[in-house]
């Protein structure tokens, strides 16, 4: 075991996870997630135990019927796609592949196991902030069919799941008294941590509390810790601007909160350089036919007008079709603790503002993720010096107010969302002797892209012919060729961007036309957002269409409008003195735009329209040092725009391997990402007739100069063996969805040139799957990131205070954790952390999956499957401490955020208990040994 | 027409006699009529009317997706003394190949109580069912659940507790319903009546269906309705004819979101000759589909031999 830091008498050791989610099965009417947190059998933390065979397209049984199964086939997959996963059958019944679970970015299946935690605890875990959830639109789409009409938003509805959650998490802290207990207050905790136990603090975070709601839920079950605000603007105040699928919930929703009392209404929005823009046209809920299921369709276009949320003069009035020019600004919410738009510029909303004092009057542990931006700040004014907390996030704007000295490093190398926590905001907080959880989520890793190919499709793969590849340059096989995105310098100064395309255009009497887009960085931070958009009408001729976009000057900073829809250029005055070069090009799209009707400013039309096929295309940079061509694409052909495909991307910033010099990226780990046809069926995934397609994906590699494919799958194997890996696991792949996943090189980085897919098991008959686009780039291991990142913000905001940054891992939260590990965990170093106060340290082995059998399981290796299960926080911990440079001084700053946050409540409680406390040791956390 | 059915069945069927001193159930004694007109249309009544307590029933079936069912049941009416009422034994069994995956499956075996009115205009059977546990051969495979859709699109009726691959047994409550309608004609042209029968059964104790995924307790359940018209003579010559629409539902919780609610369209021709009078032949036909697959409609027909003696 490794000794603990010398940090005094008295001081806890151990860590804290402030956010996670043990009870996630009884929320969302307990139809969401699959598998118990709970099993029958002995308690063994090194043994997972398996989930019941999951049925695929209903979590629900006894099942309810086939509509169940027709939502669930819609829901389910809809959701495993925000960590670019598949809905896998996964479970304990054999005849499926075991890697489908548990894993990281699995967030419709149980990821705390009983047994789970308690390796966590094992693992040195001493604090855990269990959290309720839940957002009932989701739970009335789930509930039965009909949600469009039926759906009426409950006042209590979320009260009344978070009763049913917390009563789960008392009854697992009763049945594991042994080593668990609710907390409800510090000195219960630090009593529970002295008996070796883990402390349990109860969490609520819901969408919206009737006024009495946190009341209730303190004197029942004795919660201590709140968000005020979730994932939906509510009664207290305004949500971050991060997702459009929780536009549309706040919508469903608003008739609650809202001092209107006026239904379907979106977010606000407003202006910034702050923050990016995730927010496009929303969506609301429409009946699919037949009428018993609901679907998502765009809001049309008066409403997304009235909105406000993008200039949208382009496709207005009798000067459509001309060019365009505009300034794109980062969106955030208007709302701070103010109930609509009405309320907050009156500026005489007190609802949000009372209610928070009221939650500090009772000495609530408050805490400000999700929050808007305002929201935050009006926060961390209301109570100056009552601690805070942000148990679950990333940090914006890093470098701000940070001391030059040591000179600051904001890894995350570009403008994160609302969502994160501004870097000011954090250092208030954290002065407030307020403490931090930095998020585990997934997607948090630099990549460097290798090899990038788009059509539409770039490839399409049939039950007849169900293998194609993706290679650059030339090589053998008919692979699609990708393109050479680097050709032309990054540093090169530009004047105009020509852009040509040959290929048949057919306009099918659509009041449309073809548009080339491109989008530039304008001179701001790197962590700020504000990109100047051309729209240029191409004039084709024949089979050519073409367009020259004159770039003009390059915009410095600019304010910010309050109304997004504004069309913003910059004077003369405010040009900067360079030019943009090609390191400023974000994005050249050629796209239909619909110039009228109810598709209006979209690219895709849902209704028979103009018809593209494009063989080829190409864009020149032209600049004061001459011509260089930015791309060219071939596919002969190279997409077929029409319906839901409207447009094709043909150069983004990040499909350059130049884009992210210095990245901390080893060249061995390598992650795919695929995106297939909106036109298309998609694959068809498990469900009781059928096993399911496999989608296998493996790389290309160079040897001797050439291009090869890796040894290809014996004819009748239906498994991703040897090299090929799964991207699909037998789960579902929608039309219009992305997946992705990992695969390993033991070679160089630029060896890798290609990437081979193949679908097996595939029902003769099923319908061709199209794939738009791949994407193949190494990638940086994220558990280092999140080492990296932890010391970034431990210098950067805590002042090298240990302690103050903890873990918020948010399992079970439907987010997905950490995606994988480059690195296995070192021989040896996996270890307890914790000395227990009882008789025996429990022995530490890899985990593995418990079987029936006297044969041992698979094993469940961070290394393979992410952060895939809670127990495997012992290993991350491990891990991180066995970092280069950083690792110690994070792994035991980690070891006292447990202290550091009992010390936050102990202040909320009493303000004269600060001063009371000797200080926290202050560390280093110096990650200069780059990547491992 | 079918609505002129309807309305023939509403008007002309003869309603249970009034509660009077004794039970409705009571057996009386017809008069010689009454009792002619039930040994000539008791032919629709089944077991249990006119001392015949003992039924077999054969079936066999065909359809374009080359899947073959058969299934063969017994039952048995005890007779409850000096009533019309009768406990019904029932004992089934059947088998479905598409000639690749075979399966035996449907082990079923019920218990109810049948009453049926002095002239058999009307007879209620309310009763359980008892799933047996059997998953077949292969049954925890897709290609099971495959032939049991089949299975149940192609025989005749959508009554897919017969087919699925069952893990664990389960219990059914079921009804069935006849109601026709008095004899209706002339002497010298004929006789015929009008009718329906119709009912359903559904689970009180869900049966964990095997599938490759694990088990998963599930609804099985099913309606049927048919409509008929029974030419009973003609010309005075026994003729003993029904010819007929039967519509048959599943509503079990099964069937994937691409395929749900299998329903059976089956017109029917039946024989019940007069030479043999406790045998009756139907031969049944029509198309079979998922409500939410319409394009993908399958053409089955079939045979079933029923002795009831």
Known sequence: ?932 | MSGLLLLLAVVAAEPPPAPTQASSFDEKVLSDADQREAEMLGYLDGVGFLGRENEATVEVAYGSKQIATTRLELAHAFPISGKLLHVVARVGAGMATDFHALGLHGFTAALGLRHITGKGHFFVEVGARFLGGWQGIHGDRPEAQTLALGATLTSGAADDARWLPLRSSGLQLYVDFLSRSKPMGYDHSGFFVAGFHYGGQATVVPPAVSTWLGSEPQFVGNVFIEAFLSFATRQGTPVRLTTGAHVDLSLSSIWPSNVPFPVVLDLFFEWHPAWVSWLSLRAFGGLAVSLGAFGDKIGQGGLRLVATF
């Not at chain 1, 991060?242 to 809202?258: E, I, Q, T």
């Not at chain 1, 931006?373 to 107010?401: N, V």
């Not at chain 1, 407030?432 to 399409?460: E, I, K, Q, S």
């Not at chain 1, 695929?674 to 059928?690: D, E, F, T, W, Y």
């Open chain 1, 1 to 932: 075991m490794i000794a603990p830091f010398d940090a005094g008498p008295d001081v806890v050791w151990g860590f804290a996870d402030l956010h996670a989610h043990p009870a996630i099965e009884k929320a969302f009417n307990a139809s969401l997630v699959w598998g118990s947190a709970v099993d029958p059998g002995p308690l063994d933390p090194n043994l997972l135990p398996p989930i019941a065979g999951c049925p695929v397209e209903t979590h629900t049984l006894p099942g309810v019927g086939p509509i169940d199964r027709a939502i669930g086939a819609q829901v389910y997959p809809n959701v495993s796609e925000v960590a670019g996963f598949a809905h896998a059958p996964v479970g304990s019944d054999g005849l499926r592949p075991t890697s489908a679970w548990p894993n990281a970015r699995d967030v419709v299946h149980q990821q705390m196991n009983v047994a789970s935690i308690r390796r966590a605890y094992e693992g040195g875990l001493r604090l855990m902030f269990a959290s309720t959830t839940d957002d009932q639109v989701i739970s009335a789409l789930l509930s039965g069919p009909n949600f469009v009409n039926a759906f009426a938003p409950k006042e209590r509805a979320d009260l009344d799941s978070a009763r049913r959650q917390l009563a789960m998490i008392a009854q697992l802290a009763h049945d594991h008294a042994g080593w668990l207990g609710i907390a409800r207050s510090p000195a219960e905790a630090r009593a529970l941590i002295r008996a070796g136990k883990l402390a349990l603090v109860l969490s609520v975070e819901m969408n919206g509390l009737p006024e009495d709601g946190f009341a209730e839920l303190r004197r029942d079950f004795g919660v201590q810790h709140a968000f005020p605000i979730h994932l939906v603007d509510n009664a207290i105040g305004g949500t971050a601007a991060s997702s459009p699928l929780f536009n549309a919930a706040s919508a469903a929703v608003s008739s609650l909160y809202r001092s209107d009392g006026r239904s379907m209404q979106y977010m606000d929005l407003e202006g910034t350089r702050d923050f990016p823009a995730p927010l496009g046209r929303p969506v609301t809920f429409a009946t699919l036919d037949p009428p018993v299921y609901a679907d998502l369709k765009d809001v049309p276009f008066g409403t997304w007008q009235q909105l406000c949320y993008e200039p949208l003069a382009a496709c207005d009035g009798p000067d459509a079709g001309g060019p365009v020019g505009f300034t794109r600004f980062g969106q955030q919410n208007l709302r701070g603790l103010c109930r609509d738009r009405a309320d907050c510029d009156a500026g005489t909303a007190r609802v949000g503002a009372q209610r928070l004092q009221a939650l500090f009057d009772d000495h609530w542990l408050v805490d400000l993720s999700h929050m808007s931006f305002r929201a935050a700040a009006q926060t961390l004014a209301l109570r100056p010096g009552y601690p805070l907390m942000a148990s679950h996030s990333d940090i914006a704007h890093l470098c701000r107010g940070a001391p030059t000295l040591p000179p600051c490093v904001d890894s995350t190398r570009a403008p994160l969302t609302e969502r994160q926590l501004d870097s000011e905001q954090a250092r208030a907080l954290v002065r407030d002797d307020g403490v931090l959880g930095l998020g585990t989520g997934v997607g948090n890793f630099v990549t460097r892209a290798r090899v990038v190919a788009r059509g539409a499709p770039v490839l399409t793969l049939a039950p007849h012919a169900p293998s194609g590849c993706v290679q650059l340059g030339e090589g053998p096989g008919d692979c699609a060729r990708a393109p050479d995105f680097a050709r032309a310098p990054r540093s090169m100064e530009l004047e105009r961007l020509q852009v040509e395309t040959h290929g048949a255009l057919d306009l099918g009497g659509a009041d449309a036309r073809p548009y080339v887009r491109v989008e530039l960085r304008d001179a701001v931070a790197d962590d700020e957002f504000q990109h100047r958009v051309k729209l240029v009408p191409l004039h084709c001729e024949g089979g050519t269409c073409s367009a020259e976009v004159e770039l003009g000057c390059k915009q410095g900073a600019l304010a910010p409008p309050r109304a997004l829809c504004s069309v913003v250029n910059a004077d003369a005055a405010q040009c900067s003195t360079a030019r943009y070069t090609v390191a400023d090009v974000e994005d050249v799209t050629v796209q239909w735009l619909s110039l009228s009707g109810a598709g209006q400013c979209a690219a895709g039309f849902h209704d028979e329209g103009p018809r593209w096929v494009l063989d080829d295309a190409q864009v020149t940079a032209m600049g004061p040092a001459g011509a260089q061509p930015l791309v060219t694409l071939d596919g002969s052909p190279l997409a077929t725009l029409a319906q839901a495909d409207g447009a094709l991307t043909l150069y983004q910033h990040d499909d350059r391997p130049d884009a992210a010099p210095g990245a901390p990226i080893s060249g061995r780990l390598f992650v795919a990402s695929l995106h297939s046809s909106p036109n298309g069926k998609g694959v068809l995934g498990a469900s009781p007739q059928r096993f399911g397609a496999n989608v296998c994906i493996a790389l290309r590699t160079r040897e001797g100069g050439t291009c090869r494919g890796p040894a290809a799958l014996a004819e009748g194997e239906n498994e991703c063996v040897g090299d090929w890996v799964s991207l699909t696991q037998r789960g579902a792949w929608n039309h219009g969805g992305t997946l992705f996943t990992f695969l390993r090189h033991r070679g160089t980085e630029e060896e890798v040139c290609g990437l081979d897919v193949s679908v097996r098991d595939w029902l003769p008959g099923s319908d061709p799957l199209g794939i738009d686009s791949i994407r193949v780039a190494a990638v940086e291991d994220p558990v280092g990131h999140w080492v990296r990142r932890y010391a970034e913000v431990a210098r950067h905001v805590a002042a090298g205070r240990m302690g103050v940054v903890a873990m918020g891992t948010d399992f079970n939260g439907l987010n997905g954790v950490t995606d994988i590990s480059e690195l296995p965990v070192p021989a040896a170093a996996l270890l307890p952390q914790v000395c227990r106060a009882d008789a025996g340290v429990q022995a530490v082995a890899p985990l593995r999956l418990r079987t029936s059998g006297e044969a041992p399981g698979a094993p469940v290796l961070i290394e393979e499957r992410g952060l895939a299960t809670y127990g495997l926080l012992q290993d991350f911990v491990s891990l991180v401490d066995a970092y280069p440079g950083c690792g110690h001084d994070v792994r035991n700053s980690l070891m006292l955020s447990a202290e550091a946050t009992l010390r936050s409540w102990e202040i909320a409680l009493d303000a004269g208990a600060r001063g009371s406390f000797a200080p926290l040791p202050v560390g280093a956390f110096r990650c200069d040994g780059g990547a491992p």
